[in-house]
């Protein structure tokens, strides 16, 4: 989260960072990441952005700040003026309008599912996700749908490995 860390990053062939909301958890001492901001993300992804110039640097959509197609685009331009060249937002199917109206404006997109944390208290904790049969159908067939809005990537959070690998082969885009 820090201009230094990140040059070392940068230095030592680490070719892709993600300024998380995690931060939440890990330098604000929360139990969760509900509390970071828009603005916390672009301080963090300016610093982050000093130290890497090279680096390709993915900004995290903090909870909340993407519940529409206007604020999901206002924030996401915050994010991107302060050095970003993605941003990431956590969910399923219902982020597709969201996620069209991004790639529409030239805004790269990393779809995240499976634990989602900033659903944390609707999951009931922090839970492997996918492990019956009809939500690890669900996972992969909301997955698609973020691919066919426009996401670049997609991130694959606390599932089974054999979810995983059904999700790897369920779509075109680099799964992480």
């Not at 109206?101 to 989602?116: E, F, N, S, Y």
């Amino acid at each position: 989260y820090d201009a230094s860390f990140s040059q070392l990053f940068q230095d030592n062939a680490i070719h892709v960072l993600l300024v998380g909301d995690s931060m939440g958890m890990v330098l604000q001492g929360g139990s969760d990441t509900l509390g970071v901001t828009n603005q916390d993300i672009a301080y963090y992804t300016r610093c982050v952005r000093a130290g890497a110039k090279d680096t390709f640097v993915i900004a995290d959509m903090p909870f909340m700040t993407y519940s529409n197609v206007t604020d999901t685009c206002k924030n996401a331009a915050e994010l991107m003026r302060a050095g970003a060249n993605m941003v990431k937002l956590e969910g399923g199917e219902w982020l597709y309008d969201s996620i069209k109206a991004l790639t529409i404006q030239g805004i790269p997109v990393c779809g995240h599912v499976g634990l989602t944390p900033q659903s944390v208290h609707k999951l009931g904790g922090y839970k492997v996700q996918g492990k019956e049969e009809d939500a690890a159908q669900q996972m992969i067939d909301e997955a698609v749908i973020l691919e066919e809005a426009g996401a670049d990537l997609i991130v694959v959070e606390c599932v089974p490995s054999s979810l995983g690998r059904d999700l790897s082969q369920a779509l075109s885009i680099p799964v992480i």
